[in-house]
């Protein structure tokens, strides 16, 4: 059974008080004692301080930064191939992403895959293959299949709700049966295989699905995903990767519990989404943020976050995160930027990357459509 670790209470205010949306208890049992937590913390809060006074002194985050935005293929170049396919993931280094991200999840048998969905029924034939291995609830998820099982099921492009057509109609047709689920191990090797035969070096912007559920279906879904980074060579702060995911005490779990030295994000929702036992309100106060300097290196919100609505006069308004953030010595990645799915504040592509790129002066985008954003940004930027 797994055991609860409520020590990071006494270090600093928890954000959800232990007791999150499914109304159990969260974290694990540390092998550290309370002394050895509170030292790391310690260290770790009085690095936070030294960023602030080096903001205080005029040495701004913006100044810290590195000199040009990421491109973050979000799930492959997945606004032309269905997503986290090995195809899209080709295409998106092909296309000049920096990182390529994939959302991970655990098979019945601990395998790593790189699906966005607990579920199966948006982007595979799982219907027709398995029927009678969904759920009470009519669904099929991918932690009651094996590995090999999910490998004989075709990824096809996003469904909508209703199954009946593609949740993007513009993109890749809906019905075809050329591409399979992919593990993490596959993703990395060939990533790592195009980084050798182009003389690129693409990261990986990893993130852990819903940690907190898995732990509930019986799986730790960070230890597998960390062990097998550890494997392909990812181990340090310098290395082309970032773990990302929306569960605080996850993230916290890595710094603390797992010692992990890899640049971790803090993607932030909203609480109506229901993704986390995170409560994201808190996470946006400059109290939440400050908490969050001290075991993330950056944070990953949506754009609506960030530009809070239009003035009267139709001007982009944005909210101060991306600065408070920066400020705080951390990186600023939104997501998601799509050219066929603009937010109401912008009336072009091209407008919603001058707001994120020139006026919010953001670190970098998740974009499912890589080259338009590189394109933008060679001549612009
Ligand atoms: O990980 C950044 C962004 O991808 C978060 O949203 O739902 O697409 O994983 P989602
Ligand atoms: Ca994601």
Request: proline fraction near 4%.
């Amino acid at each position: 059974m797994v055991k609860v670790w409520t020590n990071w209470g006494a270090v600093l205010p928890n954000p959800c008080n232990c007791r999150g949306l499914r109304g159990r208890n969260i974290g694990f049992e540390s092998p550290f004692s309370h002394h050895d937590i509170k030292q790391k913390m310690q260290k770790r809060i009085i690095l936070v301080f030294l960023t602030l006074i080096l903001w205080k002194t005029g040495i701004s985050g913006q100044e810290l930064k590195s000199q040009s935005p990421l491109v973050i293929a979000h799930r492959g170049a997945s606004g032309y191939l269905p997503e986290h396919t090995l195809a899209a993931v080709a295409l998106a280094h092909g296309l000049g992403a920096d990182f390529i991200e994939q959302d991970v999840i655990l098979t019945q048998d601990n395998q790593p895959v790189v699906l966005h969905d607990l579920t199966l029924d948006a982007t595979t034939n799982v219907n027709n293959l398995f029927p009678g291995r969904n759920r009470k609830n009519g669904l099929f998820y991918a932690i009651d299949f094996t590995l090999a099982e999910l490998k004989k099921l075709s990824v096809r492009e996003r469904g909508n709700r209703s199954g009946t057509e593609s949740k993007y109609p513009r993109r890749f047709p809906g019905k075809s049966a050329l591409f399979k689920i992919i593990t993490l191990q596959e993703e990395i090797e060939l990533i790592q295989g195009m980084n050798k035969s182009t003389g690129r070096n693409v990261g990986l912007f990893v993130e852990l699905k819903d940690p907190e559920w898995h732990r509930q279906e019986g799986k730790d879904l960070s230890a597998v995903v960390m062990k097998l980074l550890e494997h392909y060579g990812y181990k340090t702060a310098k290395d082309r990767v970032y773990v990302q995911s929306f569960s605080a005490n996850e993230l916290k779990r890595l710094r603390l519990e797992f010692e992990t030295k890899l640049k971790l994000v803090q993607l932030i929702g909203e609480n109506r989404w229901r993704l986390s036992e995170t409560d994201f309100n808190r996470l946006l106060t400059a109290e939440g943020l400050a908490e969050v300097a001290v075991y993330a290196d950056g944070i990953g919100p949506w754009i609506k976050q960030i530009v809070g609505g239009n003035s009267f006069f139709g001007n982009p308004e944005l909210t101060s995160l991306v600065s408070d953030a920066q400020s705080l010595g951390m990186k600023v990645f939104p997501y998601t930027i799509r050219s066929d799915a603009l937010p109401g504040f912008s009336s072009s592509f091209e407008e919603l990357l001058d707001i994120m790129f020139k006026q919010a002066k953001v670190d970098g985008v998740f974009t499912d459509f890589p080259d338009k954003v590189r394109s933008f940004l060679k001549l612009q930027i």
